[in-house]
């Protein structure tokens, strides 16, 4: 049974805003977007956005505290680190016809199931057609931190470098 349609609360700038409630599609598309500024300011509901973008010119370093609350966002939606969710939206749209071909054959719908919904859906599709070894790459590579992500207040994951995925893989 599919989650619950919610909206999601983030605290930044001392307020709270609120962030529309949106579906798989929206949220493909946000989180793969430059700096994920389609979650945050993106998802910011209309009735807050004219707040946000008048505190947009006085903190100097809007655009880092941007990027952080929409990883906090993406952490909540998807019901898992912020960089998984967004490795394996990419991942799944290395081949976007097959996996929403499939996903659309099991009635999974971007535009109608929840983002942590077609997370779940996407990696079991992409994992189910892979051997052990392929599997445990995958696995590997959602597991990666984007190059630059990792900084003041992001702590850094166990797999996070080529060295962590070699160690893993001879295992």
């Not at 949106?22 to 945050?40: C, L």
């Amino acid at each position: 049974m599919p989650s619950a349609r919610r909206s999601e609360r983030v605290r930044a700038f001392g307020r709270t805003f609120e962030l529309r409630s949106t579906s798989a599609d929206e949220w493909i598309e946000a989180v793969t977007s430059d700096d994920m500024a389609g979650v945050f300011p993106g998802m910011v509901r209309d009735s807050d956005a004219a707040d946000l973008f008048g505190l947009w010119h006085t903190l100097p370093d809007m655009q880092r505290r941007c990027i952080n609350v929409a990883r906090v966002a993406t952490s909540r939606v998807s019901g898992r680190e912020w960089f998984w969710a967004v490795n394996l939206t990419n991942e799944a749209l290395k081949s976007w016809p097959y996996v929403n071909g499939m996903l659309i054959r099991q009635g999974v719908r971007t535009d109608s199931t929840e983002f942590a919904d077609w997370l779940d859906a996407a990696f079991t599709l992409l994992r189910e057609v892979l051997d052990k070894d392929a599997r445990k790459a995958f696995e590997a590579r959602l597991r990666i931190v984007p190059r630059g992500a990792v900084g003041a207040g992001s702590p850094r994951p166990v797999m996070s470098t080529r060295a962590d995925l070699v160690m893993f893989a001879a295992d």
